[in-house]
């Protein structure tokens, strides 16, 4: 079994930043791809980035390169999310997901067996 834990969330001002962390233990993390999704209110879970189990590959959702950047150290088994200019429509639930099977561009939630409870981010404009 996995365990993920976030933090890092908050209220943010548009344009400013937040960087998120995901602590995982039960497992060897560097055996795990990890990512992260938003859920906002009364919208669907979101993917939004991911990389494989070295760091090496990554996958963002399109609407989000460039402001958002994913990364892991397997040292701390953290990844975290650095989150840039950001805007109102940013506000969600943060959650940090884990799969050991993972292929590149896996952007569904069902392809990740591993989640966190979440971390709230909120951005006032």
């Known amino acids: 079994q996995v365990q993920l834990v976030e933090s890092g969330g908050g209220l943010e001002q548009a344009g400013g930043s937040l960087r998120l962390s995901c602590a995982a233990s039960g497992r060897t993390f560097s055996t795990l791809a990890m990512a992260w999704f938003r859920q906002a209110p009364g919208k669907e879970r979101e993917f939004v980035a991911a990389n494989n189990w070295s760091g090496g590959a990554t996958y963002y959702a399109d609407s989000l390169k460039g402001r958002f950047t994913i990364s892991r150290d397997n040292a701390k088994n953290t990844v975290y999310l650095q989150m840039n200019s950001l805007k109102p429509e940013d506000t969600a639930v943060y959650y940090c997901?884990?799969?050991?099977?993972?292929?590149?561009?896996?952007?569904?939630?069902?392809?990740?067996?591993?989640w966190g409870q979440g971390t709230q981010v909120t951005v006032s404009s």
């Open positions: 997901a884990a799969t050991s099977t993972w292929r590149l561009g896996a952007s569904g939630p069902d392809e990740y067996a591993y």
